[in-house]
């Protein structure tokens, strides 16, 4: 089966004029965030992705104490302790897969990042492989006025 996913590549110019990465992001949700900002012209398109990965990791932390607190109750039975270990094992699980698909977006990053830097009207394609299909698109947001890139 062939995995797709989409990598969105924010992009601001130094001083220079040259340009350079400000974010990327490959969370089908965290793009549709920053597309709507950008469409709104946010002076900060990231800001509301930020905002969502801060509840998520309040909300997750607050699970975790709460099930931390289940589990050093002194009635805590042995499938409750199962169901706890299962969850801390899955929650393990999550975070090597963030970190290796972290990794993945930054490889593509990198080269999405050269392609454009050598042919800058390259900022919507996609990149095939035996295994996987990712959609690169690049934007580009102006200081100030978080105008799209065309």
Known sequence: ???????LILLVRDEEGRPRIL????????ISLIEQALADRSPDPVLAVRLRR???????????????TLLSAPACGLQLQH?????FRSRIDLEEYRRAESKARRVIVDFAFRRYC????????????????????IREV????AVIAA
């Open 142 to 145: 102006f200081a100030g006025s």
């Open 54 to 68: 801060q509840e998520q990791e309040a909300e997750e932390e607050a699970f975790a104490d709460y099930v931390e």
């Open 118 to 137: 050598d042919d800058p009207s390259q900022t919507d394609f996609t990149l095939v492989s035996h295994e996987a299909e990712v959609r690169v698109i």
């Open 23 to 30: 974010d990327s992001v490959s969370d089908d949700p965290e």
């Open 1 to 7: 089966m062939l995995q797709t996913g989409t990598v």
């Open 83 to 87: 169901h706890a270990s299962l969850w």
